[in-house]
């Protein structure tokens, strides 16, 4: 049995590595899915415990957070945000500065893959407009989006999962994680200005753009104050004594309730895979956790907040995340965390997990989804052309969350 979970553990993990193996219709949620099929067919883990190892908080979460991540991006509220924002640049790298922090700071509590999904063409329509070489722009969305999402526990998938699975309060996440956030933006801006110094010299010299007509007002008079609550009832949830489940599937029902969307179209758009691809990755990793191999694993590679601890979460973080991208690799990563049972690890996983996004074009969904936007737009972000950057800003960004949280852990 030890020996049929491993191959099917790796078979399952080679499908979300290579996204589509050869002569056979696979991808990344699908080999996830097989592989748990496989796991309860093979006997690894029975029909029951399947069930009941899927982390539930961590997908009602999701599913209320894409529940108001829908509604506000069918209201065109992400749209109004950049364009107002990008419409107070006067030069070329105020236009870049505001891209940069518009993006981060809305990736923080919007979870970022729906944000550059939104901004992505904004940005777009105001660099043809203006004349300018969209590239750099686009590549310092996509690394502000990481490095913003770092923020929080709503900022990504696998901060989310971080949060519920360790329990660490929302304002207390937020406040440790804020300062790292903000230096690897101001990180990303010098390195930017630097690396295309004569793209972003000079003044702007170009009319505010104008999309109102994409907004729907009397929507959003609902929506953004539900969001607003949202994000205030987290900061309260210790004192309320209301989970973040709870809260975040509160304010999608009231959404859903009060809303001027049809909530038939508010269901179809949420991200059905992406929460088929979460529990079945619970799954597989929940039946490999019966293998003798994996605990042992576990026993021999303790893990302390020393700083050989923090290295080597950076140092895997920045490996594994490049080969099957930060969520599974995140989840993988739970048996050795629960294990160590430590706040600072747990934040230092989900620093390290997400600015390591930043080293290539496949290392995070927020890359890709960017890239594919901008090819549609004819615009091409080569593999070299993001790692130019990408290198330098990750080099800098993970050895600052690794001084950081060394830092942290003397000071407390």
């Known amino acids: 049995m030890e020996t049929i979970a491993t191959i099917i553990f790796i078979i399952t993990y080679?499908?979300?590595?290579?996204?589509?193996?050869?002569?056979?219709?696979?991808?990344?949620?699908?080999?996830?899915?097989?592989?748990?099929?496989?796991?309860?067919?093979?006997g690894i883990i029975s029909f029951e415990e399947a069930i009941f190892s899927i982390d539930f908080n961590t997908i009602i979460l999701l599913f209320g957070m894409m529940i108001l991540v829908?509604?506000?991006?069918?209201?065109?509220?992400?749209?109004?945000?950049?364009?107002?924002?990008?419409?107070?640049?006067?030069?070329?790298?105020?236009?870049?500065?505001?891209?940069?922090?518009?993006?981060?700071?809305?990736?923080?509590?919007?979870?970022?893959?729906?944000?550059?999904?939104?901004?992505t063409p904004v940005i777009i329509r105001i660099c043809i407009s203006s004349k300018l070489n969209p590239i750099p722009y686009l590549i310092s969305e996509i690394m502000a989006s990481n490095a913003g999402s770092v923020m929080t526990?709503?900022?990504?998938?696998?901060?989310?999962?971080?949060?519920?699975?360790?329990?660490?309060?929302?304002?207390?996440?937020?406040?440790?994680?804020?300062?790292?956030?903000?230096?690897?933006?101001?990180?990303?801006?010098?390195?930017?200005?630097?690396?295309?110094?004569?793209?972003?010299?000079?003044?702007?010299?170009?009319?505010?753009?104008?999309?109102?007509?994409?907004?729907?007002?009397?929507?959003?008079?609902?929506?953004?104050?539900?969001?607003?609550?949202?994000?205030?009832?987290?900061?309260?949830s210790k004192i309320v004594n209301i989970s973040y489940p709870m809260i975040a599937i509160f304010g999608g029902a009231l959404v859903l309730l009060f809303g001027k969307i049809k909530p038939s179209k508010i269901i179809k758009e949420v991200d059905w895979v992406l929460l088929l691809f979460f529990a079945s990755l619970f799954i597989v990793v929940a039946a490999i956790e019966k293998t003798e191999w994996l605990n042992s694993l576990i026993e021999s590679t303790p893990i302390s907040e020393s700083f050989n601890g923090l290295l080597f979460i950076h140092s895997i973080s920045l490996f594994l995340s490049q080969i099957v991208s930060n969520v599974p690799f995140v989840i993988l990563m739970l048996?050795?965390?629960?294990?160590?049972?430590?706040?600072?690890?747990?934040?230092?996983?989900?620093?390290?997990?997400?600015?390591?996004?930043?080293?290539?074009?496949?290392?995070?969904?927020?890359?890709?989804?960017?890239?594919?936007?901008?090819?549609?737009?004819?615009?091409?972000?080569?593999?070299?052309?993001?790692?130019?950057?990408?290198v330098i800003i990750t080099s800098l960004t993970m050895l600052l969350s690794l001084i950081y949280f060394f830092v942290i852990n003397k000071i407390f």
């Open 335 to 390: 048996p050795l965390m629960k294990a160590s049972s430590n706040e600072l690890l747990w934040l230092s996983l989900a620093s390290a997990s997400t600015l390591a996004g930043n080293l290539t074009i496949i290392g995070a969904m927020a890359n890709l989804i960017v890239i594919e936007i901008a090819k549609s737009s004819k615009i091409t972000i080569r593999f070299f052309e993001f790692f130019k950057g990408g």
């Open 14 to 42: 080679i499908g979300i590595i290579f996204t589509r193996i050869p002569g056979l219709n696979i991808d990344r949620p699908s080999a996830a899915f097989s592989g748990a099929v496989a796991m309860v067919l093979f």
């Open 153 to 236: 526990i709503t900022g990504n998938p696998q901060n989310i999962l971080i949060g519920i699975t360790s329990e660490i309060a929302y304002t207390k996440f937020l406040l440790l994680m804020l300062p790292l956030s903000l230096i690897s933006m101001m990180i990303i801006y010098f390195v930017m200005t630097l690396l295309y110094k004569d793209e972003f010299f000079g003044e702007l010299g170009v009319e505010a753009n104008d999309f109102s007509n994409g907004y729907h007002y009397d929507s959003m008079k609902y929506s953004v104050p539900i969001f607003l609550l949202v994000i205030l009832l987290f900061f309260m």
């Open 70 to 119: 829908v509604v506000l991006e069918l209201d065109g509220f992400f749209t109004m945000i950049a364009n107002s924002a990008i419409n107070l640049a006067k030069s070329k790298k105020q236009l870049l500065f505001i891209i940069i922090f518009a993006t981060g700071i809305s990736s923080a509590f919007l979870v970022n893959d729906a944000v550059v999904l939104m901004f």
